[in-house]
T-cell receptor, first 111, second 115 residues
Framework: DAKTTQPPSMDCAEGRAANLPCNHS???????VYWYRQIHSQGPQYIIH???NNETNEMASLIITEDRKSSTLILPHATLRDTAVYYC????????????FGQGTTLQVKP | SQTIHQWPATLVQPVGSPLSLECTVE??????LYWYRQAAGRGLQLLFY??????ISSEVPQNLSASRPQDRQFILSSKKLLLSDSGFYLC??????????????FGPGTRLTVL
């Protein structure tokens, strides 16, 4: 699975959009970009995933560059409850389903 | 709907004592099952995964072991705990295409402190 690079921490004002970047310059054509988040003392929670098209769901939007070497997770209106560690993971869909977590980005939403 | 259970929620054990953590999944059949550990202030480390009953793959050499005696039951064990085994242990399940996504769903976790 391709390696990802994320900033270790970011701040965001409550009510504003949070834009979390992820670099994955060695991504292969069959690898998906997944985003999970982990709120303190809880298990990770799936947010969104995509292959090459931009994706949106009730939680967030995922913007993948045309060359697929980077992506951005957008939380349109961040709340205090969005404070968490956000993980960007790149992997192929396989029967093992393994996820390899990096260090992620700690997002602090401030009032 | 699917539900994943882990117990106990918290555990304090002395060094050298045995360990048994249990994870069960409801509402699905033949899921892939995973054990992760998160040491204090660290990221999640995949320890074991299983694609079926009796099938265990180890990701990291440990003094831990895993077993899957039933389709929806996954057990993490140790014969003798080390201080370095302290951490937050998470169980997860995965089933291709459930809900239209290939995602893992995590349990509430067990916080283990080895003294």
């Amino acid at each position: 699975d391709a390696k990802t690079t994320q900033p270790p921490s970011m701040d965001c004002a409550e009510g504003r959009a949070a834009n979390l970047p992820c670099n994955h310059s060695t991504i292969s054509g069959n690898e998906y970009v997944y985003w999970y988040r982990q709120i303190h003392s809880q298990g990770p929670q799936y947010i969104i995933h995509g292959l090459k098209n931009n994706e949106t769901n009730e939680m967030a939007s995922l913007i993948i560059t045309e060359d697929r070497k980077s992506s951005t997770l957008i939380l349109p209106h961040a709340t205090l409850r969005d404070t968490a560690v956000y993980y960007c993971i790149v992997r192929v869909v396989s029967n093992t389903g393994k996820l390899i977590f990096g260090q992620g980005t700690t997002l602090q939403v401030k009032p | 709907s699917q539900t994943i259970h882990q117990w106990p929620a918290t555990l304090v054990q002395p060094v050298g004592s045995p360990l048994s953590l249990e994870c069960t999944v409801e509402g699905t059949s033949n899921p892939n099952l995973y054990w992760y550990r998160q040491a204090a202030g660290r990221g999640l480390q995949l320890l074991f995964y299983s694609v079926g009953i009796g099938q265990i793959s180890s990701e990291v050499p440990q003094n831990l072991s895993a077993s899957r005696p039933q389709d929806r039951q996954f057990i993490l064990s140790s014969k003798k705990l080390l201080l370095s085994d302290s951490g937050f242990y998470l169980c997860a399940w995965y089933l291709t295409g459930v809900g239209g996504t290939d995602t893992q769903y995590f349990g509430p976790g067990t916080r283990l402190t080895v003294l």
